[in-house]
């Protein structure tokens, strides 16, 4: 928990009568932390083990713990020393009293052992080393708890004589042996390592129950270690005291007072330091938060709970205003080292409270300055809990030190944090609002940078969904199915997409696309894409042309504007696809016939944006029931592995069999992203080619004369009856005289096409050879004209016209009722 936690080594009186007492001075005396894991290797190296062994941090963790400690095992002979010692360690010379720790390191001894070793080395000073070694049991890979100190300290800075120090032995002892056994107990997660709750409690616990800490002067004088984090007290009982008549205010050396508070402002700055480097590693703001709330506990407080304004928390713009007494805040974290569960029913994570006026809190977040309680009285206990309905705050705050920080960022309060220490510990004072401050300013910071990456990302992903398009799940001789994956990386939003339009002649067209890049410019930029295909298509662009269209779109952008493009052209009469490639990875045919999969062959092509690359189409013969998967590179290509291998897999997958197309994109999803490497973004779209059977469709070639518009009629008539479509009859004989004669009208030289569909609904198209689309116009009350496509409008579903060299079409879709629909 306290990272470079000292030791404050009180004698006092000991167990037998004759203990003589030793001087006792406020000094401080680093304490070493350091954890082994199962395998023997360093997984906690505290502030104090550096100052100790002069390793540091980053060059411990990791380790082999017999490579750092003071060990008496030797060097082989055919192994070069220089480079160990100079990574510090093992030690050349050892001189031990006691047991070797080397026994506790390689898991040997069950049990607790203490020694005393005295080191060195080349350029290194003589070390004389006290150390204990707890076995630790339970979960988790901790197998070993070591606490060392350096003996020579007890004379430099305590004060002892040498006949003294070298009587020292580290030792154990049942903790109830001391006057002050409860104080001790409570104080032991002081010099424990930074970590959790339940596994601090594990190791207490444990370190009770096997013996606690001591250095034995005599037989009779034995003295706990105990932890001495922060301004030690001028006034005030030692934890052990010398005799009972004595006087408790411990003796404070001539000129000692001025190093002592020098001391306190390094620790203090070593906490703020520590803290820096280990918040903000995630622009996760959950992450975040969690990390900023740890970060207090225990070394800074005994409990801390973090409370963030809703916009913030959702991730939304900056708030707005400063917060008063209708502010909705959000616990979104509480960190303490209490018994297990005891603060979750009063101060739940996850709840959302207006903080009432009139309580500390809300001074807090509506002056944005901290507010320091250096003890709780029963008074102001009652005051603050009676602000609150329906919860009694008095059994955990009453006797606490309390002090709310706001988390500020441009001046602006974000959320505050909530601070408390135990009775049994040293109240907050004017130092500690200084350090709660600038505590609360570096989280408020980091915190800030986390919102405004989370704004951003939720920015991006809205626009981003907002250009994805709702496909319908059947089109005209096709079923479809699609899957969208966000990426799993920091700017995970990328410029992945997909889209199938519905095209003139029965006809659809499959797109995918991938922007390279993520962000909001790779969305921004999926959007124009996107759109400019769509146009494109319904104006019945060729492949080629299309891709070509938007390769100068693409350059016309910026100079960075690159982007893969798939676009295929499916004809459900003729039973083909057109398909142009532009760099895109190849798609995907499931042939119905056998379940058989292939990668198509096509030409690829450049990426969109390059330029001065032609395109190519390829004619594909498909058969009703066949599969066509495009995806984009997200799904079968992963970091450090080759991407035949994705797209193997994705044939593979594809030609599963399904029960339906949705459960076929899912076999394909769960097949190819199960492992942890991919990152970008994936767009699925998966069509099922039905294909329309011969019979559903009737074709008809019309004369340009006005006399034909009778004869078109009748062929309709008869069609739908043939059909079944007789309710049908009278809306399409009215819709199609109306686009027939527009037709005849208007044409030049060759005569009018007139063709039939039959799917889920009845699609009628007109063909002619005046390239000029019709138009809506508002027709007087008198004028003989203008009215045909007024009443196409109101009458079909959906109706539209494009133009196609010297040609264009007319088309419309008539409704049909669910017992007129194809079988």
Known sequence: MNRGTDVGAQPGQGAGEGAVPQPVAAGRIPLAVVIVDRGGLVSHWSTGARRLFGAARQDALGRPAVDLLPVSGALPENLDAEPLLDAFGPYEAYDGLGPDLEASLGGAASYPAAGRARVSGPGRERLDILWWAYPLVGPGPARLLVLAADASRLQAERGYEDEAVERIAPGFARYTEFPVSDELARRLPEILPNMGPDLSSRIVAQVLELGYPILEFSQYDRVPVTPDWGVPRRAGRPIVPARPQESARPVVPAGAEHDLEYAAVRERLEFLNEVSTGIGSSLDLGETIREV??????????????????????????????????????????????????????????????????????????????????????????RISGE??????????????????????????????????????????????????????????????????????????????????????????????????????????????????????????????????????????????????????????????????????????????????????????????????????????????????????????????????PFETAVVRVSPGDRLVLCTDGLVEVRGADIGDGLAALCESAAHPAASMDDACDTIIRALNTHGGRKDDVALLMARLNGIPADDVAEWQLARDPREVARARRLVRDALLGWGLADAVETAELLVSEVVTNAVRHADGAGVGLRLVRTDALLCEVTDDEPALPALLSAGVYDESGRGLRVVSRLAREWGASASGHRKIVWFEQVLTSRQRHP
């Not at 959000?330 to 080292?337: A, S």
């Not at 959302?352 to 509506?366: D, G, L, Q, V, Y």
Request: aromatic share 6%.
């Open 293 to 382: 709330t740890s970060a207090a506990v225990p070394r800074f407080a005994d409990f801390a709970g973090t409370h963030l304004r809703a916009a913030v928390l959702a991730g939304e713009g900056f708030p707005d205003g400063a917060p008063d007494a209708t502010t909705v805040w959000h616990r979104v974290w509480v960190e303490h080292n209490d018994e297990p569960g005891r603060w979750d029913d009063t101060v739940p994570v996850g709840e959302a409270i207006a903080f009432p006026e009139h309580t500390p809190f809300f001074k807090c977040m509506s002056t944005g300055e901290p507010v320091l309680i250096p003890r709780i009285s029963e008074e102001m206990g009652n």
């Open 388 to 613: 609150f309905e329906k919860r009694d705050l008095r059994p955990l705050i009453n006797g606490r030190s309390m002090l709310v920080v706001p988390l500020k960022a441009r001046n602006v309060v974000l959320g505050f944090m909530v601070l408390m220490r135990r009775a049994d510990r040293e109240a907050f004072d004017d130092m500690d609002r200084t350090t709660g401050a600038e505590l609360a300013a570096r989280a408020g910071l980091v915190l800030d940078n986390a919102r405004m990456y989370t704004y951003q990302e939720n920015v991006a992903e809205t626009l981003q969904d907002s250009m994805l398009p709702q496909v319908a799940p059947r089109m005209a001789g096709c079923d479809i199915a699609t899957r969208y994956l966000p990426g799993a990386r920091l700017g995970r939003v990328g410029g992945d997409w997909f889209d199938a339009i519905k095209l003139p002649g029965s006809r659809t067209a499959l797109v995918v696309g991938d922007v390279m890049g993520h962000g909001l410019n790779s969305a921004a930029m999926m959007g124009q894409l996107r759109t400019a295909v769509q146009t494109m298509a319904t104006m019945e662009t060729p492949p080629t042309q299309l891709l070509r269209n938007l390769d100068d779109l693409a350059r016309r952008l910026g100079e960075n504007y690159l982007a893969t493009c798939l676009y295929a052209v499916y004809d459900p009469i003729l039973g083909e696809l057109q398909i142009s490639n532009a760099g895109h990875i190849p798609p995907v045919l499931v042939h119905a016939e056998d379940g058989r999969s292939e990668l198509l062959d096509l030409p690829t092509g450049a990426p969109i944006g390059v330029g001065g690359v």
